[in-house]
């Protein structure tokens, strides 16, 4: 009897596929798997092969299996060929990631309170405010960077007001990594903002009123009720905020002059000027690794605190 | 017996809206005392001024002698519990009842006690440790309860606590909170629209309407000696007759009735001569040969049996009364429909407020 059922007929070994074939799930969602494909695993494919390849020439790359590129994060090679260890591109590693997380702290600080005011409006007024959070992405991002040149730059609309109140003349406060960050956390704001609205809008505001009569000040309100029921809203404008961050390369390289590299203006600058397409290849795995590392931590944190409720 | 509250010639306005106007009224320490009245009466207003969550536009709020307007909510040491429960979902029971305790800077071991006993209070000490999404409703009002209560605040505002329960559920836990009330000491400000809870439960009981007080006094003097038309509808069933008042002296009125009789009597608000409105609760108007008092004659146009009560309406001389008369044996539902009976009721039991 327990023959029969461990040596179960074989034609029903295809029966699944053939379901699959006439399944209309997998033609509705072909276009999504065609733009999946195409749009984002091929690329990240041929990103993931030419880090392999071999650096040519006059850039370019051929194809030859070569771990050149992952190499050169962490060593340089010397006249004769030995290998030393230098840190610059690790450095350039950590500060990508200091600023993407000091960008997603300011977001975040801003954002709480404005998210905040936005869900205490009547609900006209809040459709037009949620509105105007969104109004930059209307304008293209580079005149928005170019417009904070014009205000934090020399003979800027900053510099000139603090003239006017007795400051010395001349400042800039342009090409460093206070204007790098400032542009960063603006074009990033209105991503961080409206996930956390959205928190914020859910959260039933009697629960607010009976911390207060609980004896709990706005300081004990905020940390004890508000930021743990608007969590899932302010992981989510985290992740929004610090993954783009990391990628940045118009603030670093407009704002922050170039000098200074982030992770970004270095792939930038390798698949350009640099002529080493394997190694910027290599740069942007290794970036996405770290990304794909954040966003998995992340997620088993949630899952370990939607399992603990 | 000291005053706990005094709420002095307070007014509130939202935009053109008048909820409040001018209320004025003290509560005593230690009572149970309910703010009753039908939704838009201001009641809840007043308990969120109590509580902090408004201020009034003019007058003042006296807590134990103290001007309490500018004080936040969480400087006063006064507690609610929200219709919604308001539980934070996020928090243990026993979080949750701690909560106002570690506002308050209390010592970790006297908290741990405080909790352990208002949850035994309670009856949920075993759930100490579930979130407020695995309890019941009832369960839910209990630890509202707890958690309010654990502060020893000077006042306990409810803010309709009963009306999300089931019915059986209510009528317990009535019972439980007038308990936790004699118990505790602490006095109680209570919000409701369902009379009967405010009939049950309070010492004393304040009847809102239209933003105004309309009279204040215990459950018997609410229901048994109305100040007006108004408090008369609201709380309880009454019949309401057109009468002529021909003469009016303290606090009696000699009146007219549609249906021709002329009777004394009393008139708490010395009508005026002219046409005035005579209230007569129906349980107050007997019928057969329970007729008594102020006797006339009647034809049954309809009943509603009821079990323990059966409810008459009536129709004499073209005025239409309803009485209700308890079914004191099995026999006691016995008068038919369409019967010509003796009807009464004794004068002290009617009112004549005006028109």
């Known amino acids: 009897m327990t023959d029969t059922t461990l040596h179960a007929p074989a034609e029903t070994d295809s029966a699944p596929r053939a379901r699959f074939w006439h399944d209309l799930s997998f033609w509705g969602l072909l276009p999504s798997w065609l733009l999946m494909g195409f749009a984002l695993i091929l690329p990240i494919a ?42 610059q591109y690790l450095l350039i590693i950590a500060r990508t990631f200091l600023l993407a997380g000091a960008t997603t702290l300011i977001c975040l600080a801003f954002a709480v309170p404005v998210a905040y005011f936005i869900s205490r409006q009547p609900p006209g007024r809040k459709a037009i405010l949620v509105y105007l959070v969104t109004l930059p992405f209307w304008v293209s991002m580079i005149l928005r960077v170019y417009a904070w040149m014009i205000i934090l730059g020399k003979d800027g609309t900053l510099p000139k007001a603090l003239e006017f109140l007795d400051f010395p003349a001349g400042m800039s406060f342009m090409f460093n990594d206070g204007a790098t960050l400032t542009a960063m956390v603006y074009t990033y704001m209105p991503l961080m903002v409206l996930p956390v609205f959205a928190s914020i809008e859910k959260l039933d ?17 905020l940390r004890r009720v508000i930021l743990p029921l608007t969590a899932p809203g302010i992981i989510a404008g985290a992740i929004l905020v610090f993954v783009p961050s990391l990628g940045a390369v118009l603030e670093p390289s407009l704002m922050g002059g170039g000098k200074e590299m982030m992770m970004g203006t270095l792939i930038q600058l390798q698949f350009g000027g640099g002529r080493n397409w394997p190694f910027g290849a290599a740069i942007a795995m290794a970036l996405m690794a770290l990304v794909m590392l954040f966003l998995v931590f992340t997620a088993l944190r949630a899952a370990r605190r939607e399992a603990a409720q | 017996m000291s005053k706990a509250i005094e709420v002095k010639s307070v007014s509130k306005s939202f935009g053109t809206y008048q909820a409040l106007n001018s209320v004025s009224f003290d509560i005593g320490g230690n009572e149970f005392f309910t703010m009753l009245g039908p939704s838009g009466c201001g009641k809840t207003t007043l308990l969120r001024m109590l509580a902090g969550f408004e201020s009034p536009n003019s007058g003042s709020i006296l807590l134990n002698g103290r001007e309490v307007v500018d004080i936040p909510p969480h400087k006063r040491r006064v507690n609610t519990v929200f219709q919604s429960y308001a539980l934070f979902p996020h928090m243990t029971l026993e979080q949750n009842v ?14 741990r006690n405080r909790v352990g006993e208002m949850l035994e209070r309670v009856h949920m000490t075993s759930m100490a440790k579930r979130k407020p999404a695995q309890l019941s409703g009832g369960q839910r009002q209990r630890i509202a309860l707890a958690r309010a209560l654990a502060p020893e605040p000077e006042v306990l505002l409810l803010d309709e606590p009963l009306s ?6 209510r009528q317990a836990m009535r019972d439980e909170l007038r308990t936790l009330q004699r118990d505790t ?6 919000v409701t629209h369902d009379q009967e809870e405010a009939l049950d439960m309070s010492d004393r009981i304040a009847v809102l309407g239209g933003g105004e007080v309309q009279q204040i006094g215990t459950p018997t003097e609410i229901y048994e000696e109305p100040v007006n038309r108004f408090v008369a509808d609201f709380v309880g069933e ?8 021909l003469e009016s002296a303290a606090g009696q009125a000699t009146i007219r009735t549609p249906f021709g009789l002329s009777i004394t009597v009393p008139s708490p608000g010395h009508a005026a001569k002219g046409r005035a409105t005579l209230s007569v609760r129906p349980e107050k108007i007997n019928l057969g040969d329970q007729a008594q008092g102020i006797t006339f004659e009647g034809r049954i146009t309809n009943k509603n049996y009821m079990g323990g009560y059966t409810h008459y309406t009536l129709d004499v001389a073209g005025t239409e009364l309803r009485a209700s008369r308890r079914n004191a044996s099995r026999e006691g539902d016995t008068i038919p429909l369409g019967a010509t009976v003796p009807v009464g009721f004794v004068a002290g039991s009617a009112r004549v407020l005006a028109a």
């Not at chain 1, 390849?53 to 850039?59: D, E, L, P, Q």
């Not at chain 1, 190499?71 to 340089?76: P, S």
């Not at chain 2, 000491?185 to 209570?190: A, N």
């Open chain 1, 205 to 221: 505001g009697t629960l607010i009123e009976a911390s207060h009569d609980l004896y709990g000040n706005r300081w004990v309100t």
């Open chain 2, 164 to 169: 999300a329960l089931d019915l059986k559920l």
């Open chain 2, 98 to 111: 701690a909560y106002g305790l570690e506002n308050l800077g209390w010592d970790k071991a006297r908290i």
């Open chain 2, 238 to 245: 009454t019949n309401f007759l057109d009468v002529e008042v």
């Open chain 1, 46 to 87: 041929i990103i993931a092969a030419v880090s392999v390849a071999t650096r040519g020439a006059h850039g370019g790359f051929a194809w030859d299996f070569n771990l050149a590129g992952y190499r050169q994060i962490l060593w340089n090679e010397g006249w004769t060929g030995e290998l030393e260890f230098t840190p």
């Open chain 2, 185 to 190: 000491g602490i006095t109680f400000v209570f």
